[in-house]
């Protein structure tokens, strides 16, 4: 069975321009989710998206938005780029199960986005 | 969700066990603990999870103590693959498990 899938793995870009990261999840999993990792601030969560809606979202200005196509598959697109913006750019996937044992989220090898 | 403290580093030689420690002291009753691993430049891998019976799977061990406030991960031949940062995380059964929650995890290194 595939892992997560994103694209492009590596990228760099110039402050002021805009990127769109894309995700495959796990075949069957319908529920993508987004992190950032810097650094500086660790691993942190971004949004979510479940039946192309998103659902929760994380703690960051709206240049970066998402969504989610009908067969699960999400982008994320940031736009004006900043140089704080250079990052590790996670997606995850789950069932979106909530029984009693557990719903693992499983992550994809990342897209690192260089912003110069 | 709960807080975790877990140590910033831990050594380990290679073919011994790598016992990695974590404290939930205020983990509730329908909260998980996880852990994963990253290692560098990778995205996090999945290793396993546990309520409140120990588990067990082909990558490691997870003890959890009869009151919940602390869990071990063990791995128990350690190798130089296994080199990564450990993250042991808490996570609600429903409601906002829609996330995780990373701290900064211990930094395993495994020496030859």
Known sequence: KAGVTQTPRYLIKTRGQQVTLSCSPISGH??????????????????????????????????????QFSNSRSEMNVSTLELGDSALYLCASSLD?????????YFGEGSWLTVV | DAKTTQPPS???????????????????????????????????????????????????????????????????????????????IVRARGGSNYKLTFGKGTLLTVNP
Not at chain 2, 35 to 60: C, D, F, V
Request: with cysteine.
């Open chain 1, 97 to 105: 199960r909530s029984d009693s044992s557990g719903n693992t989220i």
């Open chain 1, 30 to 67: 319908r529920s993508v989710s987004w992190y950032q990792q810097t650094p500086g601030q660790g691993l942190q969560f971004l949004f979510e998206y479940f039946s192309e809606t998103q659902r929760n979202k994380g703690n960051f200005p709206g240049r970066f938005s998402g969504r």
């Open chain 2, 10 to 88: 831990m050594d380990c030689a290679e073919g011994r066990a790598a016992n990695l420690p974590c404290n939930h002291s205020t983990i509730s009753g329908n909260e998980y603990v996880y852990w994963y691993r990253q290692i560098h430049s990778q995205g996090p891998q999945y290793i396993i999870h546990g309520l409140k019976n120990n588990e067990t799977n082909e990558m490691a061990s997870l003890i959890i103590t009869e009151d919940r406030k602390s869990s071990t991960l063990i791995l128990p031949h350690a190798t130089l693959r296994d080199t990564a940062v450990y993250y042991c």
